[in-house]
Each structure stands twice: as structure tokens, then as C-alpha cells.
């Protein structure tokens, strides 16, 4: 029960913590939805960091590294090192430029405005929505998946609630924790808009980092410290090597670079970008963005390869290992707590950013773009948090039917849709020829082709085409060449839209 | 382009070359007895990335594009 108290207080304390920030909150609906602009540079690395790493950072890349073997940190952590970057200081600095020349908040607000088509916009937004929820869900699915890991029995050690939740042997049902996360996240949106995010995202990314030290530490000393660990794992997990057991194929590997990308078009981050207070708060997070992902993944891949070498978890689902391995090595339940409070807080941080943009992005684009009739502030929130209500219902939902699906491989299928869409951004930014007709066949062949991959592989399936091919390389080029042919075959832009978003440097 | 900058996207270029390290696949040698080589060699590829953007940072800041965003002229 320990265990459940430390977790129940820290949720109680992030509670807290914004409702104070609550009181910075000026009430307004343009300070709930970019926080008047005043995020400085470390606030915006813990909350560029903090929504960029979620459960697929922390419970995903263990149970990858658990399946498939240590260059799950290739695939993922040491590329976005590089790409990630690349997108912060590529993509994210020249949008804050024009953010801040024209005065711009969202995604689609910009598009619209560079292509010159409301319809562009109508046409993103649910591509958006569909794209986020995957990614909403592997935070629910992931935080319940470990909260279950942690309370139900395994090996000697008896479930929480043998009783009460006999069915998930003694574990808090999925149905409970999912639900928790959700109101939690909820209260402090709600509490003060994008302020209280970004105050709960730096808080909740400094508590993940240092609960995911503790563990690897913790661990690693109940299996006789690094060397021995290491030692006990399967060798198969050690290389790259592909076999039956784990491996990765070359090309898998190399293809797998363009899914780090997806930053360049998560609309949470686009936002930030284009409301940053000023450029040189990106110089931080450019540079130290790498270092905190190796902060985080590092020992997320250890714990993983370690894992194989426990007899107890052969067979535990991938989603689970991160949950078991903290229940049957670290037996002291405060510290298993802590741990617990720090999965959450990873996940809770991913959550909430993209609650509030999507609700940003709803009142913006949809509902006031062209509306007839003028809306007070308060009915604008109103409007705004009706939209998360509706999203954090149907997030909850659907993490309850697809509670056992692989929550890394649903973060790569979202990851890869954000990602077939950069052509359109790099399009936006740096091809003054690029087009309204560009942008469309652009989109549109993109996300088809994402639809068509995603429904092959069984709605969230790990698939590879062609000996090992990601999907998403194949969706970037679709992606590419629909923007070039379509700006291409049509009219070039007007030179009004050139000289406005293209400055003679 | 001016010149650091080029410099920088061969750079770039490279290092995603460099990410493919096909010589460790298969490669199980502990690092500090503890590491495996293939992961060792990524989070040295991640500090070479830090490296990397600490002085693009420092030497192509689109200093004229910050101007601009101000309310500079074009």
C-alpha cells in the first residue's frame, strides 16, 4: 500500500504545484493558450523535452530493448540527437521568426496563411487529430500498463488488491489508473492553460529524470551491480545481429532516421515555436536536448537488456517489463513509489502539452476562423476545454480496447504520419516556388499512403516493406514529390506571400 | 551559403553516415565491462552530436533572421 500512497501523493503535490501557478494565470483565453510568451529557455527544454519523451521513452524502449536487443538506442535515441536538433534549429528558429514578425500561434494558422487556403487548414486538422490520439494513447496505455506491472503479483511477490481486483491478479485494473491520469492531466490544464503546462512539464521532467537514475542504480544493484547484470543478458540482445530472438535489419535501421523528423510537425511543438518569447531560447535546447534524451535512454535500454536475463520475466508483454522488473528487484515499496511517480510524471507531461494545443488548435482554426459572430473569452475557453473533454474521453476510450497493443509500436506509427507531413513545413520555409496545389498533394498523398501501411499492418503493427524498408520513408517521399510535382505543374506563389515569409537576408 | 555554414551541412551529412556503424552489428565486446560496444558507440555518437550543435550554435546563429523577426527591415 506504501507504494500507492507515494504515487497518490505525488499526483497530489503536481495538483498543487499548478494550481499555484494558477495564480501567474491572467485569465484570459490568449494566456491559456500560449502563456503570454514568456517561456524562458529552460522552461522551454523541459517542456520541449518533457512532451517529446513519453511512455514510449521510458516503458517503450525498455520493452523494445527487451525484444529486439540494445540498438533500440540507435534507432531511436542517438538519431533524434541528431534530427531532433536539426528540426529545433532547421525548422523551429525560422518559424519563430515568422510566429513573431506576423504574429501567428498555431499550426494551421501558418499554413493557411503561407499557401493562402482555408481549405488546407480544414484539411489538416483532423489528419492532426488522428495523428495525436495514437500518441495520447501510448501515455494512458503506458502509464496504466506499469501501474498494473507494479500492483499485481509476480513471482513470490502477492498483487495489492488480491481481492478487489482478482482478475488482473490483485493489480489496479487499467480502467482505474487510466482514468486517474486523465483527471489529473485535466485539473491542471484547466487549471491555467499553457502556464500551468509548462510549470507542471518542467517540474514533472526533472522528477522523471531523476526517478529513471534511482532505478537503473536500484536495479542494478539487486542484480549485483552493471557488470554482472550485463552479464546474465541474452548475448542476442547485445548486438544488432537479426535472428529469431531479437536483431535489427540494416535497412531497418537506416530507414528509421526519418522517423525523428515527426518533430518538425508535432503541433504542440510547432506552437511553441512560433510563441517562443525570443529565438535564443532555442540555443539551449538545440544543445542540450540530445543530452538529456541520453540521460533517459540510456538506462531504459540497460534495464531492458537486462531483463532478458531474468528467468521470472520470460514471456512478460513488452509494455510490462519496466513495471515487473521495479516490482520483483526493488521490493522496498516507497521506492517503487518514487519510480512509479516518475513513469507517470513522463507520461503526464506528454499528455497535457498536447490537450491543450489540440484544444488551441479546435477554437483557432476551427471554430473562430471565420466566424460570424464575435465569442467573449470566456466562452472562447469554454469552447476550448469542451474540445479536451471530448479528446481526453476518447483518448480514455480507446486506451481501455487497445490496452494490450505494443505501445512503442504505436508511437512509431504516429511518429511516422508527423513525419511524412515534414515536406510541407521544409516546403513552407525554404521553396519560395512551393504552392497551394504543392501543399495539398503533399498532405493528401502522404497520409494516404500512412493509411494505407498502417490498416497492412494491422492497425498498429511493427511492418517493414521491400527487405526491411520503414513505411515512413516510403510516406517522406510520397510526401516530397506530391509538393514538388503539385507546385510545379501550378501557378508559382503571388509575390506578396514570397516577400512575407521569405526575408532578403 | 557562406562557408561555416557549408561546412556544418557536410558535417551534418556525415555524422548521419556515421549513425549507420555497420562495423559494431555484430560486435558483442563489453565497454568498461559493463556496455555493450553497439550502445557505447551511440552514446559517443550522442555527445559528438552535442558537440556538434554547441558550436553551430555558436557560429551560424541566424543572427539577421532574428533582426528580422524584431521588425528589422528585409
Not at chain 1, 69 to 80: Q, V
Not at chain 1, 86 to 103: E, N, Q, S, T, Y
Not at chain 1, 489 to 495: L, Q, Y
Not at chain 2, 5 to 25: E, G, M, P, S, T
Request: net charge positive; glycine share 10%.
Amino acid at each position: 500500500m506504501a507504494t500507492l500512497w507515494v504515487i497518490l501523493i505525488y499526483l497530489a503535490a503536481l495538483l498543487a504545484f499548478a494550481m499555484g501557478s494558477k495564480r501567474l494565470f491572467r485569465g484570459t483565453s490568449s494566456d491559456y493558450f500560449v502563456a503570454s510568451r514568456s517561456i524562458g529557455p529552460f522552461m522551454l527544454l523541459m517542456s520541449v523535452f518533457g512532451t517529446t519523451m513519453t511512455a514510449f521513452a521510458l516503458v517503450g524502449s525498455t520493452g523494445e530493448t527487451f525484444e529486439t536487443g540494445i540498438g533500440t538506442y540507435g534507432l531511436m535515441a542517438s538519431s533524434s540527437g541528431l534530427i531532433h536538433a536539426a528540426c529545433f534549429f532547421v525548422i523551429g528558429i525560422r518559424l519563430w521568426a515568422i510566429g513573431k514578425r506576423h504574429g501567428y500561434v498555431t499550426q494551421i494558422q501558418f499554413f493557411r496563411e503561407r499557401f493562402k487556403s482555408d481549405g488546407l487548414g480544414y484539411l489538416l486538422f483532423p489528419i492532426l487529430v488522428m495523428l495525436v490520439v495514437p500518441y495520447l494513447l501510448i501515455g494512458v496505455i503506458g502509464g496504466a500498463k506499469t501501474i498494473l506491472g507494479v500492483t499485481s503479483a509476480a513471482g513470490p511477490k502477492p498483487g495489492m488488491f488480491p481481492e478487489a481486483f482478482a482478475a488482473t491478479n490483485g493489480g489496479i485494473p487499467p480502467w482505474i489508473s487510466g482514468a486517474v491520469i486523465c483527471l489529473v492531466v485535466l485539473c491542471y490544464i484547466f487549471a491555467g492553460g499553457s502556464r500551468a503546462t509548462a510549470w507542471a512539464n518542467t517540474f514533472q521532467t526533472i522528477v522523471f529524470m531523476a526517478m529513471g537514475v534511482l532505478a537503473i542504480v536500484l536495479i542494478s544493484n539487486k542484480l549485483g551491480g552493471f557488470g554482472a547484470a550485463i552479464e546474465a543478458a541474452k548475448a542476442s540482445h547485445l548486438v544488432r545481429t537479426p535472428t529469431a530472438e531479437a536483431g535489427i535489419k540494416p535497412l531497418t535501421f537506416l530507414t528509421y532516421m526519418f522517423i525523428p523528423l515527426s518533430v518538425g510537425m508535432f503541433p504542440h511543438l510547432f506552437q511553441h515555436w512560433l510563441t517562443a518569447r525570443s529565438a535564443r531560447a532555442f540555443k539551449l535546447t538545440v544543445i542540450a536536448h540530445p543530452l538529456c534524451i541520453m540521460i533517459v535512454w540510456v538506462p531504459c535500454v540497460l534495464i531492458g537488456a537486462w531483463a532478458t536475463g531474468i528467468p521470472a520475466l520470460e514471456g512478460t508483454p513488452p509494455g510490462a517489463v519496466l513495471g515487473k522488473m521495479l516490482g520483483i528487484l526493488v521490493k522496498d515499496p516507497i521506492v517503487v513509489g518514487l519510480v512509479t511517480a516518475g513513469v507517470l510524471a513522463a507520461i503526464m507531461s506528454s499528455l497535457d502539452s498536447q490537450f491543450l494545443c489540440l484544444g488551441t488548435m479546435f477554437t483557432n482554426d476551427v471554430v473562430l476562423h471565420k466566424a460570424k459572430r464575435t465569442y467573449t473569452d470566456r466562452n472562447i475557453l469554454l469552447m476550448a476545454r469542451g474540445f479536451v473533454v471530448f479528446i481526453v474521453v476518447l483518448t480514455y476510450v480507446l486506451s481501455l480496447v487497445l490496452f494490450k497493443k505494443n505501445i512503442f509500436d504505436l508511437a512509431v506509427w504516429s511518429f511516422s504520419g508527423f513525419a511524412a507531413l515534414t515536406p510541407l513545413v521544409l516546403a513552407a520555409l525554404y521553396w519560395k516556388r512551393a504552392n497551394k496545389a504543392g501543399a495539398y498533394l503533399s498532405v493528401i498523398g502522404a497520409t494516404v499512403t500512412w493509411f494505407v501501411f498502417f490498416a497492412m499492418s494491422g492497425f498498429g503493427h511493427e511492418i517493414t516493406v521491400l527487405n526491411g524498408v520503414m513505411p515512413v520513408a516510403i510516406c517522406w517521399v510520397v510526401g516530397a514529390v506530391g509538393m514538388v510535382v503539385g507546385s510545379l505543374v501550378s501557378t508559382a506563389p503571388d509575390e506578396e506571400t514570397v516577400a512575407k515569409f521569405f526575408p532578403r537576408l | 551559403m557562406k562557408s561555416p555554414n557549408r561546412i556544418f551541412v557536410i558535417v551534418f551529412f556525415l555524422l548521419a553516415i556515421l549513425h549507420q556503424d555497420f562495423w559494431n552489428w555484430d560486435n558483442a565486446s563489453l565497454v568498461f565491462g559493463f556496455m555493450p560496444v553497439g550502445l557505447a558507440y551511440h552514446v559517443g555518437y550522442t555527445l559528438v552530436a552535442v558537440a556538434f550543435w554547441s558550436l553551430v550554435m555558436k557560429l551560424a546563429w541566424p543572427n539577421k533572421l532574428e533582426e528580422w523577426a524584431d521588425g528589422g527591415d528585409d
